[in-house]
């Protein structure tokens, strides 16, 4: 699909925040900001609403807080893809039922190498 330009207003703030964080991560401004406005509009509208009401709440940890919860789901689902796909190659070991937790986590481990 061809990229089209579009313009938006922010504050300085943020539009400082914007260019910090795409510096960092190696992107380019317009990159940072396609990729954010494509998460975000997956998102219901309710959600989207709630989270931008966070973020301007007088508790700033709210938010922190809500983004590393968000954080731990998202590394869960991760886990559960690798997981399934994992099964779907038939590459989970055999364990007896009778297995140690310290022969699970060798195991684990061994996944982990690729060895």
């Not at 590394?75 to 297995?99: G, H, I, N, V």
């Amino acid at each position: 699909m061809a990229a089209v330009s579009i313009s938006a207003n922010m504050d300085e703030r943020d539009a400082r925040r914007v260019r910090m964080i795409a510096e960092k991560e190696h992107r380019s401004v317009s990159n940072f900001i396609a990729n954010a406005v494509a998460v975000f509009s997956e998102l219901p509208k309710d959600l989207r609403d709630s989270l931008l009401e966070l973020r301007m709440d007088e508790d700033p940890l709210a938010f922190q807080r809500v983004a590393r919860d968000m954080s731990d789901l998202v590394a869960r689902a991760k886990f559960d893809m690798a997981f399934q796909r994992l099964a779907d190659q038939k590459r989970l070991p055999e364990l007896s039922d009778e297995a140690t937790d310290l022969e699970m986590l060798d195991q684990a481990s061994r996944l982990c190498r690729g060895s």
